[in-house]
Every structure is written in C-alpha cells, then in structure tokens.
C-alpha cells in the first residue's frame, strides 16, 4: 500500500512575533535577566569550549524591512583554522499603532527583549552542542556555519540551495583511509 503525505503546511521559518512566543511553544528566555553584554559573554565562552574562536560579533536587522524584520547578531568564528559565520535572529517584535514617546519606549524595550531571549536560546543551543560532542564522538557541532572558500556560503546554506557535491574518490580511496583496522578483543 502506497503512502501519499498531505501538504506541509507549517513554514519552520514563519515564526511567532515576540509577545506571542510561549514557554509551551518550545520559546525560552523570553523574561531572562542577563544583559546582552553577559549573554554574548556566555557565548563567547560556549564557542571557545566548542574549539571556536569568535572574531566577530556584530548586531544588525535581517529582512528586508517588510513585515518581519528581525533584529540579530552575525558571529564569526574560526574553527580549526575555517571559517565561519552564524546567524542569530531574534523574534520580530510588532511595530504600535501610535507612535509617542511612551509606545517607542515600549517598542525599543520589547526589542531589546527579544534580542535577549535569542541569545539565551542560543547559549542553550551551543551549552547542549557541548553535551552532544561528548557524548557522540566525531560529532562537531559547528560545522554546518563554516563557510566555503568558493562561495562564501555556509554548508547549511549550501545544502539548502541544492544536493552538496563531495570530491570524488581517488581510485584508491586513500583520502578516506587514514587508520588502520585493529580487532575488539
């Protein structure tokens, strides 16, 4: 018997604004107490015990200034001599209505808000990446950020713009052999 899946109709992508994120929608830090500066701090700190060496950590908006701009973070990194770069992008937090001196406040807090809640996502992420690389061995957390000399692009930037073409194999298959087979006892 043959399967046939109903459409998707979830984008992964098509995220909550900020007041509408919940702790039973998998969102976390949305009331953290920790400043940016302290965040992007346990961040730094996550990524060199990951191996990284963060180079750059620069806040910015990504979108294109339509409905969902989200303000964020671009951290680059260097990994074993590679680059790389992550994105990091807050919630989109809803413009008022109004605007006076007290609805722009509340915006910019809201703003901030968010900016803070996805730093603290993200020190959660690269705190279990940790876990992870220690419990699976070979398993290396940064790698779908590391860009592409070519191209510029992230691998999972690559990957998501079409199949990865890997080097072919030499006849000998000497590029993937470099240990030699040893008998469990």
Do not use: C
């Not at 995220?15 to 919940?22: D, G, I, K, L």
């Not at 953290?32 to 990524?47: F, K």
């Not at 609805?103 to 990446?129: E, I, Q, S």
């Amino acid at each position: 018997m043959e399967f046939t899946p109903k459409e998707n109709t979830t984008n992964p992508l098509d995220v909550p604004f900020f007041h509408e994120a919940t702790a039973e929608g998998g969102w976390a830090g949305q009331g953290t107490g920790q400043t940016i500066r302290t965040l992007r701090s346990q961040i730094t700190q996550a990524m060199t015990r990951l191996g990284a060496t963060i180079t750059v950590f620069q806040e910015g908006t990504f979108g294109d200034g339509g409905e969902k701009p989200r303000d964020g973070f671009m951290v680059h990194y260097t990994y074993n001599g590679v680059q790389g770069s992550i994105k990091i992008a807050a919630l989109p937090v809803k413009k008022p209505d109004r605007i006076n001196a007290k609805t722009r406040a509340g915006y910019a807090t809201r703003k901030k808000k968010a900016m803070k809640m996805a730093l603290y996502m993200f020190r959660d992420y690269l705190r279990g990446a940790w876990y992870a690389q220690q419990l699976s061995p070979g398993y290396l957390p940064l790698i779908p950020w590391m860009l592409s000399p070519d191209t510029g692009l992230t691998v999972s930037e690559t990957f998501q713009n079409g199949p990865l073409a890997l080097p072919e194999p030499d006849g000998n298959f000497t590029q993937f052999l470099d240990a030699e087979w040893k008998e469990n006892e």
